[in-house]
């Protein structure tokens, strides 16, 4: 008699957002039991829509910042996959309390809640801009000091902290993804996104922030999720750090041309409001090594320009 293979009791913050529901979307193929904890502020309904009614998923509307909501919600869950925060870097220079709301004290309540309920593994979506303007390029796992330069990216580098300290503390599992900039379908946010619509409101012409020449690596969410499920599942000590990132960079003229060409424009001229970064808080050069990831047996064949060149396509498709 075949046994059946137990599937995992797996709790998505934010599985209504951009990556987490791509996160979802893996999740359900391989048929664990998904409940997505969200309250909507960017994630999308559509996002999610093609779940509702299976009997392994279920929906909750929720705010991480109501404690007793995420406290309720972790009974009995095996692992999370905490992917929500506000993950507009932008936002930190004219609301200083957004990002320590919306992540720091949003991740606490998470990790008190698996705590509480005894949840013995987690895994986090943090970011490049943990390392601040690092003078290591590609940046490793080990860089350091980290000195972010952005509210968002203290926020995070605040939440790993919460959650290593957390993991050794109260014997929990814990995995940190440091991304660099995801890009895909169903993305909402971003200089693609951004630009796209400018274009759309001015075919003529667009205006670059910075000189245009901010080089950053680009992955593609397809590739970002593949990545994410292969160190789980290959990965096990009691805090597991991964950089996760295409290997070369694209700037932010580059792309420019990319989205101009992908929408058969013509003739567009290009501005820029000056300085060498997009706005106070932006890391001008971003790329991660992700020899760490090659070594465990993941690596990925995608550059930045095709994760843009695919991105541009869905989003205009
Ligand atoms: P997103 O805004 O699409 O997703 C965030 C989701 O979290 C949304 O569905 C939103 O409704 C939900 N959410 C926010 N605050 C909440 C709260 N208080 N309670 C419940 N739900 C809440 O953003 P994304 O780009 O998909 O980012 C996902 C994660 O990846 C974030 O943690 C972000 O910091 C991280 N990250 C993203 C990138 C990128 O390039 N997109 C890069 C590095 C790190």
């Given at each position: 008699m075949k046994t059946e293979i137990q599937k995992e009791k797996i709790l998505v913050t934010g599985g209504a957002g951009f990556i987490g529901s791509h996160i979802v979307d893996r999740l359900m193929e391989t048929g664990n039991k998904v409940i997505v904890f969200d309250?909507?502020?960017?994630?999308?309904m559509e996002f999610i829509e093609?779940?509702?009614?299976?009997?392994?998923f279920t929906l909750i509307k929720g705010d991480l910042l109501n404690a007793e909501e995420i406290y309720a919600a972790c009974?009995?869950?095996?692992?999370?996959?905490?992917?929500?925060?506000?993950?507009?870097?932008?936002?930190g220079s004219v609301d200083t309390r957004v990002h320590f709301d919306q992540n720091i004290t949003a991740t606490y309540n998470v990790l008190e809640a698996m705590r509480r309920n005894n949840v013995p593994n987690i895994v986090f979506t943090s970011?490049?801009?943990?390392?601040?303007?690092?003078?290591?390029?590609?940046?490793?796992?080990?860089?350091?000091?980290?000195?972010?330069?952005?509210l968002y990216g203290a926020s995070k580098l605040a939440c790993e902290a919460l959650i290593t300290s957390y993991s050794h503390t109260f014997d929990m599992k814990s995995w940190i993804f440091r991304f660099a900039n995801i890009v895909g379908d169903?993305?909402?946010?971003g200089i693609i996104v951004d630009f796209i619509q400018k274009l759309r409101d001015n075919p003529q012409q667009l205006e670059i922030l910075?000189?245009?020449?901010?080089s950053k690596s680009y992955l593609h969410v397809s590739e970002c999720v593949k990545a994410i499920m292969f160190v789980v599942n290959n990965s096990n000590e009691a805090v597991n750090i991964f950089n996760v990132g295409s290997e070369d960079t694209i700037n932010a003229t580059e792309i420019g041309e990319v989205i101009v060409e992908e929408m058969g424009l013509e003739n567009v001229e290009f501005t820029y409001t000056g300085g060498n970064r997009g706005w106070k808080g932006d890391v001008p050069r971003m790329l991660l090594e992700v020899e760490k990831l090659k070594r465990l047996g993941w690596n990925s064949g995608y550059s930045s320009e095709r994760s843009v060149r695919e991105t541009v396509h869905s989003l205009l498709h």
């Open positions: 309250n909507f502020s960017s994630g999308h093609q779940h509702l009614g299976k009997p392994n009974e009995g869950i095996d692992l999370v996959y905490h992917v929500a925060a506000n993950p507009d870097v932008k936002l970011t490049s801009t943990v390392y601040g303007e690092a003078e290591v390029i590609p940046t490793p796992e080990e860089y350091g000091p980290l000195v972010p330069i952005s169903r993305g909402t946010h910075g000189d245009g020449r901010q």
